[in-house]
């Protein structure tokens, strides 16, 4: 641990959440007896655990760089990125080039991606259309569809540079109409940007880049300390500290969701290939030590052929050190006596991302309701949406928040406004009921905004 001043900071690469997908207790006993564990996370925690460290480290770095500004982000950048520079943005020249750095192969698959996630963005945004309707005669009423105006998006490169996060973000806000959107991106070992995540971002049809990492490039947004007004919007994903300032921004800007770390389950039977499989679950594991990984099966014999195939896989896996840990700290295998049993514990889970494997996947998707995004058949894989390849988003809810909440899309970054019409001659159908209502309530100056247009509707000449 550092210290900055009359600061401890912790290093903000580092990710101390602690998560695990775990069965709500009224669930488990809902099914009691329908299903049984063959395998279950050794790491007993609740789905998202804020650390008190980590809470406390980001408002103390919030409240310094809110009011030393500049100052505070430049030592904070040098203090956590060791990091020198005076100016953090990169030329739109070198924005422009960033191309040119990558291998041909790189920059064409990074094209590829791009495009497909604009198109599908470009289709979400056309079936948002705004309306007009009469509700009575003479009381007019309607939804526009307004994008906000600035948009932050953080750029995450850290052991795993996550080129596609610019299709998501900055790419679907200019889809949406966003007029300005910036974007920020850690500095690599080197002192300059990633490339490729460079170029994924001019590719997106992004404003401006930053240089800058952390919770002092969510700050320096959100306050307006980049040759910007402050933005209206903060996305992308991150560690625990960006996440953490995220929460703490939130009501100063929107924010797109928090994100804990990355999960994946199975729902997958007999006809299931297990190696298939077991790919798909440490596919999402290796995103780090605590990216939990789930399968719900109703076979067993399925179930413990993808245990087999998970080991056998793991020991030939560059990423062992981490999908390892991830599988055997988080990782869960859950047999279901039925499809209906299965069904229920999945939609219990509400996973980020779920692949449905099955003889009958058309009957799962027709049932299951929680999830940030599902895959469909044994030629789907979550990996073909991370890489932007398949077009949705990859910004997904974690820890169960797929119960209530949905992905980043087109649709966060506008505004559906309301607005009302009323004519003089729907004065009485509507005054009479508000004077009866605001009357009954003791409100006089809201009765008073209803009956002195009846009164005016009444008079001679009106």
Known sequence: MERFGNHCLVQHRECPYRKGMRYSTPLLE???GKFRHL????VDAPAAQRDPAVINTVTAMLRDIETRKLDAVRDFSRALDNDDRRDFELSAEDVAKSGDR???????AIELGSERTQAFAREQRSHLTGFETELCPGLVTGTRYVPVARVGAYLPAGRFPLTASAFMTVGVAK???VSTVIACTPPQPDGGANPAVVYAAHLSGVDRVFVLGGVQALAAMAFGLLGELPVDML???GNAYVAEAKRQLFGTVAIDLLAGPSEVAVLSDETADPEMVAADLLGQAEHGTNSPAALVTTSEEHGRAVIAAVDRQL????????AGPAWRDYGVVTVADDRETAALLMDDLAPEHLEVITADDDWYHDRLQNYGSIFLGPWSTVAYSDKGMAGTNHVLPTAGG?????GLSVSRYLKPLTYQRVTRAATPALAHAVQIISDSEGMAAHSATATRRLASYGSPGS
């Open 30 to 32: 809902r099914v009691q």
């Open 39 to 42: 395998k279950s996370p050794l």
């Open 102 to 108: 990558i291998p041909r192969d790189l920059r064409e």
């Open 175 to 177: 889809v949406a109409g």
């Open 235 to 237: 996305v992308g994903a």
């Open 315 to 322: 020991s030939t896996l560059a990423t062992e050190p981490i």
């Open 402 to 406: 797929a119960k209530h909440s949905a």
